[in-house]
């Protein structure tokens, strides 16, 4: 996904100005007339992209897509204990005398009679000149007939066309813009709200998780990494069974049902391989391991390489799938693969990275036939090619300069890298078990100290956060 995407998506009519979070496409794509629904996956996956195109460029105006995506899935999406739930609906009631009647965006559309009684003549003239507001609706195309006279707010014009066109300063235009857009958001929020799917599917909490680990990581906002790790916690007390090892699909209204499939294992051990780099709780590489011994028996192809979707405890199949186009989420397989590539460098085991390898193998046959269909098992077959970097932090928990060598590997954009912390305690050590070479890393004279390695073959030690900066910029 291109950067010049990003701002498009983050400016047009599938983002909600006032409210945070992404709406679907329909069905012919027009950026103006989107499907309404707001889908947890979406908001997970599109705000990691943000993130990373903050990362890569250092445009704060992706961090802060990426902080209201998070910021409505924590307000709107998310279950009092911590699980996420699976969307908010397109339709709602425009006309509370008529209860039973709903209407696809009603909750998201304005005339622009409603702005100006809200907002007055002056501000709302200049509203509708940025947000592309018309009298007759400004849908693109609307065969239905559904928008006529409806406004869906996206940004038409830069601060500065609207400062220049009003002549004001770009900061009154801004000060303007935001005031106008609190009033909204207060009467929006008067209407009938769209219904709430409250499922909680495990494998969206998955990308969930890795979604608020990641904003922690690059936001360093405390309550993104509690909402990670709250969402594991109800994860690990409703959709797994600690007696069988196995978890299940879904949950709603107390009840946890349907065996979990591939997916729902790959998305979660990803989110916990991501909890780990942002926490570095070393519980959530045990259960990430736990988990994918756990995939590896219920649905590894031992002969054909990869991973069925489904196991083969269901007698009624009579064929068993294996998806592998990346679509509006990532297959099961591509995300596996990822997992065991960075779990073998987590672990040091060879075995699971030589199962990655044949996984890309079994479906990279597709690749060259249609590789834009197939970007997650690109991502994991380029990490594949490489040796990546592995990076040791050696210091005391919670101390600035500690945190501040954490703050510098994670404010970049590296793809390919593992990042370990060590503080020499009991917990700690638990991953010396597997990779004993961490013994040896310890804080350098007392200070807080960086190893860099590539097949844990290490550089020399770093204490100097300005060497430090300079390592990392050159990776």
């Known amino acids: 996904?291109?950067?010049?995407?990003?701002?498009?998506?983050?400016?047009?009519?599938?983002?909600?100005?006032?409210?945070?979070?992404?709406?679907?496409?329909?069905?012919?794509?027009?950026?103006?007339?989107?499907?309404?629904?707001?889908?947890?996956?979406?908001?997970?996956?599109?705000?990691?992209?943000?993130?990373?195109?903050?990362?890569?460029?250092?445009?704060?105006?992706?961090?802060?897509?990426?902080?209201?995506?998070l910021d409505y899935v924590a307000q709107k999406l998310t279950h009092n204990e911590g699980g996420f739930y699976t969307a908010e609906d397109?339709?709602?009631?425009?006309?509370?005398?008529?209860?039973?009647?709903?209407?696809?965006?009603?909750?998201?559309?304005?005339?622009?009679?409603?702005?100006?009684?809200?907002?007055?003549?002056?501000?709302?003239?200049?509203?509708?000149?940025?947000?592309?507001?018309?009298?007759?609706?400004?849908?693109?195309?609307?065969?239905?007939?559904?928008?006529?006279?409806?406004?869906?707010?996206?940004?038409?014009?830069?601060?500065?066309?609207t400062a220049d066109t009003f002549s004001m300063t770009p900061d009154n235009i801004t000060s303007i813009i935001d005031s106008s857009m609190r009033k909204l958001v207060q009467e929006r929020e008067k209407r009938f709200h769209p219904h709430l799917d409250d499922k909680i599917i495990t494998a969206w909490n998955?990308?969930?998780?890795?979604?608020?680990?990641?904003?922690?990581?690059?936001?360093?906002?405390?309550?993104?990494?509690?909402?990670?790790?709250?969402?594991?916690?109800?994860?690990?007390?409703?959709?797994?069974?600690?007696?069988?090892?196995?978890?299940?699909?879904?949950?709603?209204?107390?009840?946890?049902?349907?065996?979990?499939?591939?997916?729902?294992?790959?998305?979660?051990?990803?989110?916990?391989?991501?909890?780990?780099?942002?926490?570095?709780?070393?519980?959530?590489?045990?259960?990430?391991?736990?988990?994918?011994?756990?995939?590896?028996?219920?649905?590894?192809?031992s002969t054909g390489g990869g991973f069925y979707d489904t196991t083969d405890e269901d007698s009624s199949l009579i064929l068993r799938s294996k998806e592998f186009y990346d679509s509006a989420e990532p297959t099961g397989n591509s995300i596996s693969a990822l997992n065991l590539l960075r779990l073998s460098y987590f672990t040091n085991n060879s075995e699971w990275r030589d199962m990655a390898v044949k996984t890309i193998e079994a479906l990279g046959v597709h690749i060259a036939d249609n590789p834009e269909a197939m970007v997650q098992l690109l991502v994991a077959y380029q990490w594949s090619l490489g040796v990546p970097q592995e990076i040791i932090i050696a210091g005391n928990r919670g101390t600035a300069d500690t945190q501040g060598f954490i703050d510098e590997v994670q404010s970049r954009f590296l793809p390919h890298k593992v990042v370990i912390f060590t503080d020499g305690s009991e917990i700690q050590k638990r991953l010396a078990h597997f990779l004993p070479i961490i013994n040896n890393m310890n804080p350098s004279g007392g200070k807080v100290t960086a190893y860099i390695c590539e097949n844990f073959s290490c550089q020399l030690p770093i204490t100097d956060i300005e060497i430090l900066r300079h390592t990392l910029d050159k990776m």
């Not at 008529?98 to 809200?118: D, H, R």
């Not at 509708?128 to 400004?138: D, I, P, R, T």
């Not at 916690?233 to 979990?260: C, Q, V």
């Not at 051990?269 to 391991?289: C, K, M, P, R, T």
Request: overall charge negative; proline content about 2%.
């Open 1 to 69: 996904m291109t950067l010049s995407t990003l701002r498009a998506m983050a400016d047009g009519g599938m983002y909600d100005q006032l409210g945070g979070g992404f709406h679907r496409y329909s069905v012919d794509g027009q950026w103006r007339v989107p499907h309404f629904e707001k889908m947890l996956y979406d908001q997970a996956q599109l705000a990691v992209s943000y993130l990373e195109a903050f990362q890569i460029t250092k445009d704060g105006g992706y961090a802060d897509i990426a902080r209201e995506t």
């Open 90 to 161: 397109a339709e709602s009631v425009p006309d509370a005398s008529k209860p039973q009647e709903k209407e696809e965006g009603a909750f998201y559309t304005w005339t622009k009679e409603e702005i100006s009684a809200i907002l007055g003549h002056t501000d709302a003239e200049i509203f509708y000149f940025h947000f592309g507001v018309e009298e007759l609706g400004n849908a693109l195309h609307d065969p239905m007939n559904v928008f006529y006279g409806k406004n869906i707010l996206y940004r038409a014009r830069t601060v500065k066309e």
């Open 206 to 301: 998955g990308l969930m998780i890795s979604a608020f680990s990641k904003g922690y990581t690059v936001i360093r906002h405390e309550e993104y990494l509690k909402s990670a790790v709250n969402a594991v916690r109800f994860i690990m007390n409703y959709l797994y069974d600690s007696s069988t090892g196995k978890l299940f699909r879904h949950y709603r209204d107390g009840e946890a049902g349907n065996a979990g499939g591939l997916q729902d294992y790959a998305f979660l051990i990803q989110g916990l391989l991501d909890l780990y780099e942002a926490s570095f709780d070393v519980s959530y590489i045990d259960n990430a391991n736990t988990l994918t011994q756990r995939q590896i028996e219920l649905f590894w192809d």
